[in-house]
């Protein structure tokens, strides 16, 4: 791992505690996971996992967004995953988690820790309560990836971005001291058109017909969600 900040670290156990596969855990069983988890900051853009890296690691993402994406021969970048805080990924047999000729890169400052294969499989595998976490998340997580080759295969690009906008939309950040219900996509449109496979001016005159017809409103570095159903009913279109 590089380009790794030298700022103080927080405390690990309070950290750990959030994270969903932990959730079941008594505070004393986070204190001795912490124990075998080296915790790490990187900043955005730090490519942290490449082909060329064999180690087997589970990451375990406390703060922060990563995306997962390969490079095609001409140097294209396309996006396979976004992983948020509160998640695991990584390359480990045992857990049938494989990056293949995955990078993973920060796409926010995040705060990592990393587990090896010996320690998953004696700390993690072996508590009942943490294995059924894990089986639920990558069970989601292959419905996932089946939803999107079946969006490759059988949907248009409108439809895609249209699909990729629901699936990424959050609520908005609280700003100046108000609340509101909307929902927002924080990610570029060189960003989208990763995820959507296409390239950014198509993602660009899409997401500008979207704005048109008051699903969207466009701000920088983020699509602010006006219609989800109307974009819903878009995505559900043939």
């Known amino acids: 791992m590089v380009n790794a900040t030298a700022e103080q670290l927080p405390d690990k156990s ?22 075998h988890a080296p915790m790490q900051r990187v900043v955005t853009g730090t490519v942290f996992y490449s082909p060329e890296q064999a180690a087997e690691v589970l990451f375990i993402l406390k703060e922060g967004r990563v995306r997962l994406y390969h490079l095609s021969v001409d140097g294209k970048a396309l996006t396979t995953a976004i992983f948020e805080a509160g998640t695991i990924f990584g390359e480990m047999a045992l857990l049938g988690q494989q990056l293949h000729a995955s990078y993973a890169e920060a796409l926010t400052p995040c705060l990592l820790c990393l587990m090896s294969r010996e320690d998953v499989k004696a700390l993690l595998l072996s508590d009942p309560r943490i294995a059924a976490r894990i089986a639920e998340i990558l069970g989601q997580r292959l419905i996932n990836a089946e939803r999107r080759l079946s969006d490759f295969a059988f ?10 906008l629901l699936q990424l939309a959050r609520p908005a950040r609280t700003r100046f001291f108000r609340t509101s219900n909307t929902l927002e996509v924080p990610f570029t449109h060189e960003a989208l058109a990763d995820m959507a496979g296409t390239y950014r001016e198509t993602v660009t005159r899409i997401l500008n017909e979207f704005r048109v017809q008051d699903l969207i409103e466009l701000r920088r570095g983020r699509v602010i969600l006006l219609d989800p159903a109307g974009l819903y009913a878009l995505n559900r279109d043939e």
């Open 155 to 164: 949907k248009s690009i409108p439809q895609r971005v249209a699909s990729l």
């Open 14 to 35: 309070s950290y750990l505690r959030d994270v969903d596969i932990f959730r079941d855990l008594e505070q004393e069983e986070i204190d001795r996971l912490g124990k």
